[in-house]
């Protein structure tokens, strides 16, 4: 079964400050790859994905990600995160199984930024 | 168009009682699957219909059972409820999981068990 690490548990950053959250995955083979995020007492929405073509993916909210298959990561960046950024992200990874694509979500990582 | 809508949004059981959770997929989407959201574990995956029929299963006992009916709208059941299974459940759709679509996700029943 694959599984996906999140490596950052909780982030804290600045406004204007780079983030970087890292995703790995263990599936060799074909995958779809996704980063959701939750606002505050908000429902999952989802905040780009990636299926084939160009390994770097954007998003919305300036949100991007790369897809490095060689290293089986798929990591978040935003060049500049604002406060209204703070949330839960979590990275998810498609892959086959019993005839059908189900998502399995990294433990999520908890985003705060200070004004 | 109307976003997966979940009901109940919060919920109160004692242990041992049942609980029947429903989900309505957006417009045209046949695969619903359910998750448990805890602090601890992140997103656990239950199991996912399509078609009436349930397609895959997540690692949880008996206890947890679904169905769906012909319109797409999905219930979870919880019977013999645990302090444990005091969870955010959420139901996610998508138009067919075998293309590898993104979800789109409800905003979750809370349960907490006494």
């Known amino acids: 079964a694959q599984s996906v690490s999140q490596h950052n548990h909780h982030v804290i950053l600045s406004e204007a400050a780079s983030l970087e959250l890292g995703c790995n995955y263990s599936y060799g083979g074909t995958v779809n790859l996704f980063w959701y995020v939750q606002y505050p007492g908000q429902h999952l929405q989802l905040l780009l994905k990636y299926f084939s073509g160009d390994p770097l993916v954007k998003g919305i909210k300036g949100f991007e990600a790369e897809f490095i298959k060689s290293k089986f990561s798929f990591n978040l960046r935003k060049p500049s995160v604002q406060w209204s950024d703070t949330a839960e992200y979590f990275c998810a990874v498609n892959a086959p199984s019993g005839g059908s694509y189900i998502p399995t979500f990294g433990r999520g990582t908890s985003l705060i930024v200070h004004p | 168009k109307a976003g997966v809508t979940q009901t109940p949004r919060y919920l109160i059981k004692t242990r041992g009682q049942q609980v029947t959770l429903s989900c309505s997929p957006i417009?045209?989407?046949?695969?619903v699957s359910w998750y448990q959201q805890t602090p601890g574990q992140g997103l656990q995956f239950l199991f996912e219909?399509?078609?009436?029929?349930?397609?895959n299963k997540g690692n949880f006992p008996g206890r947890f059972s679904g169905r769906q009916f012909s319109n797409s709208r999905s219930e979870m059941n919880v019977s013999t409820l645990e302090l444990g299974d005091s969870a955010l459940y959420l139901c996610a759709s998508s138009p067919n999981s075998r293309e590898g679509y993104g979800y789109t996700f409800g905003s979750g029943t809370r349960l907490t068990v006494v």
């Open positions: 417009s045209g989407h046949r695969s």
């Open positions: 219909y399509f078609s009436e029929t349930q397609r």
